[in-house]
C-alpha cells in the first residue's frame, strides 16, 4: 500500500517561515505528480501546490511568490517552503500523490495532515 508521510508542521509567527516534507512509500510504480493540500477552519480542502513528473509547479494565488514547491532529486519526496506566513495560512496541511501502483493502473493518494498555525 502506498504510504505519505509529512513532517515540518508547527506553530509559527506572522511573516515566519516553515517547510513540510512528505516522503512517499510503499508499492509505487511511478508517481505522476505530487502536491500539498490544506484545509482550513471553515472552508474546503484546497490545492496549495503541485508539481509533476515533469518538474512542472502549480500554486493556488494565494500563496504565489511566497511558497515553493520543490524535490529532492526523487519524485517521491517533495517540500513545501513556507515563506512571509500570514493567519490565513493557518490550515491543516496535506500530502498528496497521484501515482501508478503498476504498469497501468493509477490512484491518488493522501497523507494524515500536519497542522500549521501562524498566529501572534
Known amino acids: 500500500q502506498v504510504q505519505l508521510m509529512e513532517s515540518g508542521g508547527g506553530l509559527v509567527q506572522p511573516g515566519g517561515s516553515l517547510s513540510l516534507s512528505c516522503v512517499a512509500s510503499?508499492?509505487?510504480?511511478?508517481?505522476?505528480?505530487m502536491g500539498w493540500y490544506r484545509q482550513a477552519p471553515g472552508k474546503e480542502r484546497e490545492l496549495v501546490a503541485s508539481?509533476?513528473?515533469?518538474?512542472?509547479?502549480n500554486y493556488a494565488d494565494s500563496v504565489k511568490g511566497r511558497f515553493t514547491i520543490s524535490r529532492d532529486n526523487a519524485m517521491n519526496l517533495v517540500h513545501l517552503q513556507m515563506n512571509s506566513l500570514k493567519p490565513e495560512d493557518t490550515a491543516v496541511y496535506y500530502c498528496n500523490t497521484r501515482a501508478y501502483s503498476d504498469f497501468k493502473s493509477w490512484g491518488d493518494y493522501w497523507g494524515q495532515g500536519t497542522q500549521v498555525t501562524v498566529s501572534s
Open positions: 508539481i509533476n513528473s515533469g518538474h512542472a509547479t
Open positions: 510503499g508499492t509505487i510504480f511511478r508517481i505522476i505528480a
